[in-house]
């Protein structure tokens, strides 16, 4: 594990057994036209935070082999924060089981709801020579602290320019989504960016790795919440964990009429 | 081509002169605010039919050399399933030309309509040495029969990992949209998925394959289907077809309160 | 720069300092569920329209390197014309500042606001060797005209077939949107695609490359506009642009149940 820099100890340490939460919401593209979250699209989300785990547990590659049976108890809706969580509970020689959960939020009350629980099975893909031809057993490690607005995502190589590293774009989009995120649950009211303060990107970030996007308020107004967001980057294969970005962006209160409210 | 395996037919046997079906769903994302599908996301949905049929009559690359005048009868809406079909009218020496249907499905009547008729004109960018240097004649081959909900699907790259492979969440997404359509088709009711049973992934699927997802309903409840979803995978520029991915999904049927209602 | 060819003199003509203009519509998928354009998509579309300029003035790789306080003075609303534009303020020995506005425009009444502005510092990736180690001074350059409804988008890999070029489906969709502006501008009444005439597709484009679609109102009727769009790809390393594309649409001007009306 790299040793902390600029005192982001959280946003530098690695959990353990691979716990990895992803934070989104759900869009009307994700959604039947009743305003609920397609099973199918809950699937695809609830996969890729399994992918995450698995390879953040064991820094080689993994395939989804199968996944059990997951019943969908309540739906999510749109425009709900949807929270996945994923952790190994099993381990064998070359493969292992991650279980997923899946949580709606409902943005206004901060009401959450278990919509969903799955497992999935993982193998590995690689010799795993590494390990001595074995995966690492499961411990039984503490669990380490996590921000609860903290989310990863993987970096999809459509998201990259032909050079093969994440547009900056997507990195100010992931990051207006964290202060949305925190805003919201700070002050349960609808929330809008009104601005976005000085953004630095440090370091380039490369296809197949793992963003994780830390949001913490520094300030708060009588509408308005200040909220800093650090990106950082991790590399699925290795124990490499580093600072790529972070921005600072003003997030304000509205009603209906879009006219700023006072957050408490 | 291959022999079938598992009984599995239909999901094995390729139709003739490239016939090919996709079915989607029509989202906010591809409509304009008065909720109907946008003309040229129209256009660009059939044009991808028109290039997986010319690849499945001659397994070379082929480009969009132009296509004819197209005209839109009636508009399809937002969740509508929309089904595109098409098939090779015409094969000269190193181009073909791809007639293409685009009916929009209203789910809960079942009412369909031509929503447009297009012919796109493809053109080999392969020196067609395997062909002797011409495309094959036209044949006047009897139709195979194809269920009439299977629908492929083109491999983009960015729906692979950095690996190369398919994700298993895309696969996951696709199932579950594949469900949704049988289930819907089957009973004319508002459907969510319940449950999604044991899926099992046999073999990884490359980016610029097709894949074609076959749903059917193996039993019925009061209010729920059962629908089990085979993915073959086809790899365009050969005969190669292979059983990919099966999985099993407990869709049932609801009201407008997500209330589970009788099917029938 | 290239000699203009086909009369296509706006077409095939670079503007000064990087100008570059980028025209979207915001879809619900980028909004919140009350219907505004989420800040952090607004910031991804500025950050695309820097990377273009900042490529256009010099013909290296840019990477964001910050980018100074942003505000959101008014939202844009779903269904709403986003107008993007772009141009070099300051240049540095390795790095330079655009400045981007974004402009909302309401489609029925053609007003537009100034939603926000925001100034992005770009860092030239490459050794400059060809500009002797810097880069050029800014000019004084007279504006070049452009036409007020061509739009610029950069190819993404993931809308590149395994073979590096990009679908003819994506230029159809980009192209319909074109039309769809151009059209909404000059009735600003709702219109919709009535037909597609002939296509043609000249030349492939690549991944990396800007694609710019220019489309002009060719002929009107009583309730119908035509629209000619050409397409333009310009290698974003190079001075190099092509015509790839020119494809005619009909759009309609209709009411809200989708019935014909006369556009003035």
Same mark, same amino acid.
């Given at each position: 594990m790299n040793a902390p820099e600029n005192g982001l100890v959280n946003a530098l340490e690695?959990?353990?057994?691979?716990?990895?939460?992803?934070?989104?919401?759900?869009?009307?593209?994700?959604?039947?036209?009743?305003?609920?979250?397609?099973?199918?699209?809950?699937?695809?989300?609830?996969?890729?935070?399994?992918?995450?785990?698995?390879?953040?547990?064991?820094? &080689?590659?993994?395939?989804?082999?199968?996944?059990?049976?997951?019943?969908?108890?309540?739906?999510?809706?749109?425009?709900?924060? *949807?929270?996945?969580?994923?952790?190994? *509970?099993?381990?064998?020689?070359?493969?292992?089981?991650?279980?997923?959960?899946?949580?709606?939020?409902?943005?206004?009350?901060?009401?959450?709801?278990?919509?969903?629980?799955?497992?999935?099975?993982? *193998?590995?893909?690689?010799?795993?020579? !590494?390990?001595?031809?074995?995966?690492?057993?499961?411990?039984?490690?503490?669990?380490t602290p996590v921000s609860?607005?903290?989310?990863?995502?993987?970096?999809?190589?459509?998201?990259?320019?032909?050079?093969?590293?994440?547009?900056?774009?997507?990195?100010?989009?992931?990051?207006?989504?964290?202060?949305?995120?925190?805003?919201?649950?700070?002050?349960?009211?609808? *929330?809008?960016?009104?601005?976005?303060?000085?953004?630095?990107?440090?370091?380039?970030?490369?296809?197949?790795?793992?963003?994780?996007?830390q949001?913490?308020? &520094?300030?708060?107004?009588?509408?308005?919440?200040?909220?800093?967001?650090?990106?950082v980057?991790?590399?699925?294969?290795?124990?490499?964990? !580093?600072?790529?970005?972070?921005?600072?962006?003003?997030?304000?209160?509205?009603?209906?009429?879009?006219?700023?409210?006072?957050?408490?």
């Amino acid at each position: 594990m790299n040793a902390p820099e600029n005192g982001l100890v959280n946003a530098l340490e690695r959990p353990a057994n691979g716990f990895t939460r992803l934070i989104d919401i759900v869009f009307p593209g994700d959604a039947n036209h009743h305003g609920t979250l397609f099973g199918g699209i809950g699937l695809a989300h609830m996969d890729k935070v399994a992918f995450l785990v698995a390879s953040r547990y064991a820094h &080689v590659d993994f395939v989804t082999a199968s996944c059990e049976r997951i019943d969908f108890h309540v739906p999510a809706h749109v425009g709900e924060i *949807v929270e996945l969580t994923g952790k190994v *509970v099993r381990v064998g020689r070359r493969s292992l089981s991650v279980e997923v959960d899946l949580v709606a939020e409902a943005p206004l009350s901060g009401e959450r709801r278990l919509s969903t629980r799955g497992v999935f099975n993982m *193998v590995a893909a690689d010799p795993l020579e !590494r390990y001595g031809g074995a995966l690492p057993p499961l411990l039984d490690e503490p669990e380490t602290p996590v921000s609860e607005s903290a989310s990863c995502e993987i970096v999809f190589p459509d998201q990259t320019s032909h050079y093969g590293s994440l547009y900056g774009g997507h990195v100010l989009a992931a990051m207006g989504k964290s202060a949305f995120v925190a805003a919201t649950r700070h002050c349960r009211k609808i *929330v809008v960016m009104a601005a976005s303060q000085r953004v630095d990107f440090m370091d380039q970030v490369l296809a197949g790795e793992m963003i994780e996007l830390q949001p913490s308020i &520094v300030a708060t107004g009588r509408t308005s919440m200040t909220v800093e967001v650090t990106m950082v980057a991790e590399a699925l294969l290795s124990e490499n964990r !580093r600072l790529c970005g972070k921005g600072t962006f003003v997030m304000v209160a509205v009603d209906e009429n879009h006219r700023p409210v006072p957050i408490a």
